[in-house]
């Protein structure tokens, strides 16, 4: 017989283990994500929610909840941890017209996400946790027809949420929190530089890159109402989060082994490289951006014991976003002193790179996400869903930045749900045990660009796979 002071001993064995686990997972999570180039809201923090296409407004039933409602955590009782990743490929394409040629960007993703909750009181119940929502990254094949524009580009955004759920009256939760919100982007274009008044053979390609970072705050809210028990609809309110960003642009010739000279005001000649490097001088950018408002809507349906349908409606206010536009703090003669008007006037170069940017007039947009989840008996779950996201762009708004295009989305997983025994002694139950598998594939629809001068067709592709896992104490 086991006392229970010998009980107690035996089940704090393998917890700290699995914290540990749990604390390098939340590691793991804060690796700077990679996303393709033409989304960027395609993430799915948890690979339940995930593998039902996204539809988890309405069922909100484990510890991610805190991304997608976070009034069913009022529901949830003890303390829970899940950590969750995913990892994939996007492929990109853009062709002109004909046999013009083609060019592609195909970064990897890496994104993690971990979420805790705790009911310290019964129906209350406080939560904590970091995601990734709005993120991704481009990288087009060197030399492209769009450097002019845009050569490699990224967004990334951690949001740090803590919210207090209560169920008000029985079946009926509300919650609220605020999102601390840390953004960086980077940006690298090309400028082609020639001199008006003592021309070159061709231009030179300056590297232009941009790197900036800005915090902000946000607010959610949201609402989850158990009809019936076979019946349960949810809703989410994430407000917008406007980032002033701050940081350099920093400029690079192409060809710094140039021996090409061009005359000088104050001496016989002037190497060309040592010219753009006089001319471009180092600058402190600002810029800024809004994270979207979002409006999400769910009905979950449980029309046999087995069986639970799901469906969401978000919309998502892009058209507050702003334009991918950066100035330096510096103007007019300002923003490099030592190029004086003298040297201005004598090369016919004026100092006209204070502003760089693209006008991407992105809209509002509606996606739909349905989910199916059939159980085979008390703890395994199958799961398969679908989603249509529209562009946040037109033809004429579609930009190497941001070719945004309508997806497809289609899903499958796996789910496991229940006790997790310890290894040591005689196995007794020490909690309980979430794990989801998903796999997901994202077919962009073809659209082209009517942009002056980058009249290319886009298309795009994206397999991603992913993982969570959590515990039940």
């Known amino acids: 017989m086991i006392t229970s002071r010998s009980r107690s001993a035996r089940t704090r064995g393998p917890v700290p283990a699995l914290a540990l686990g749990l604390a390098l997972a939340l590691t793991m999570a804060l690796v700077p994500a990679r996303l393709g180039a033409d989304d960027f809201s395609f993430y799915e923090p ?135 919100v840390s953004s960086s982007m980077r940006w690298l274009h090309m400028i082609p530089f020639n001199i008006p008044n003592y021309p070159l053979p061709r231009d030179l390609a300056i590297d232009s890159s941009h790197r900036l970072h800005g915090t902000g705050l946000g607010f959610v809210a949201g609402a989850l109402w158990k009809v019936i028990p076979a019946v349960q609809v949810g809703a989410r309110y994430q407000h917008g989060v406007p980032i002033d960003y701050a940081g350099s642009n920093i400029f690079k010739a192409d060809l710094l082994t140039s021996t090409a000279t061009v005359p000088d005001p104050h001496r016989p000649s002037r190497r060309v490289t040592d010219l753009v490097d006089f001319y471009y001088a180092t600058q402190d950018v600002t810029g800024r951006l809004t994270l979207p408002r979002e409006i999400a809507g769910g009905i979950a349906v449980t029309p046999l014991p087995q069986l639970s349908l799901y ?78 996201a529209q562009s946040s762009v037109d033809e004429a708004g579609r930009t190497p930045v941001y070719p945004d295009l309508d997806r497809n989305v289609y899903s499958f997983g796996f789910g496991y749900e229940g006790p997790l025994f310890s290894v040591w002694g005689d196995g007794e139950r020490v909690s309980d045990l979430s794990f989801d598998l998903f796999i997901r594939y994202a077919a962009g629809v073809p659209g082209a660009s009517s942009l002056p001068g980058f009249e290319m067709g886009y298309d795009s592709g994206r397999l991603t796979f992913g993982v969570g896992a959590g515990l039940v104490f």
């Open 46 to 180: 948890s690979p339940r929610a995930a593998a039902l296409g996204g539809a988890f407004t309405a069922r909100a039933d484990d510890a991610t909840a805190l991304f997608y409602n976070p009034a069913g955590l009022a529901f949830l009782g003890s303390f829970r941890i899940k950590a969750n990743f995913a990892f994939g490929r996007r492929a990109t394409t853009a062709a002109w017209p004909g046999d013009g040629g083609a060019f592609r960007t195909e970064p990897s993703e890496f994104l993690g996400s971990i979420s805790m909750s705790w009911q310290p009181l019964k129906r209350v119940t406080i939560a904590t946790g970091i995601f990734s929502p709005f993120t991704y990254e481009s990288y087009w094949t060197p030399s492209w027809s769009g450097e002019t524009v845009n050569e490699r580009n990224r967004l990334r955004s951690l949001y740090f949420r803590t919210v207090v759920a209560v169920e008000v009256v029985k079946g009926l939760s509300l919650s609220a929190g605020i999102d601390v």
């Open 311 to 388: 469906l969401d409606l978000q919309w998502d206010r892009w058209s507050d976003f702003g334009d991918w536009i950066f100035s330096s703090v510096n103007g007019g003669e300002a923003l490099n002193p030592a190029f004086t008007p003298e040297y201005q006037q004598f090369y016919g170069l004026e100092l006209n790179y204070g502003t760089q940017g693209v006008a991407l007039a992105l809209r509002d947009t509606k996606d739909i996400k349905a989910g199916l989840e059939y159980r085979f008996g008390r703890y395994i779950a199958l799961r398969a869903g679908y989603a249509h």
